[in-house]
């Protein structure tokens, strides 16, 4: 060390001008942060109100599809989905197909899918013996639970 002060730097004694990063310039920054901050705070909470006010607690609105049957080498698969238009998600729901072919008894054939979220649709499929292409097939939900 130096008896003259050479290698110490002087900061003037002014510690306070280094704690703010330069003036005016990070102040404005923090306070365009906070207002943008302030807004989507704001946004977030409005939403949250707005869904508890407006949501009618309705359940599950199921619909269900049955898509073109497809020989598969063993009997025939037709494929559905299964749509919920509604507010809530639906477990354990229970699907049934049924056709009639001439001259036997009518087949009934049955889908139990895990869940259908709201606002969402799920696909599955049916087996059959017969061959339900050309014959009315009847599709239709039978239930659900409320998880």
Known sequence: MSSNGEGQ??????????????GAAPALIEWVLAGVSAVLLFGVIGLFLFEALTNDGGGPVLFVKAE???????GFRVPFTVQNTGDMTA????????????????????ATLDYVPAQSETN????????????????????????
């Open 9 to 22: 730097a002087d900061s003037g004694g002014n510690d306070d001008e280094d704690q703010t990063h330069g």
């Open 68 to 74: 073109a049957a497809e020989d598969t080498g063993a």
């Open 91 to 110: 477990a354990a729901v229970v699907v049934e197909a049924t056709i009639v072919p001439p001259g036997q008894p009518e087949e009934r054939a049955e």
């Open 124 to 147: 599955g499929g049916f087996f059959f013996e017969a061959d339900p292409r050309g014959l009315d097939l009847q599709v239709r939900v039978l239930g659900y639970q409320e998880p």
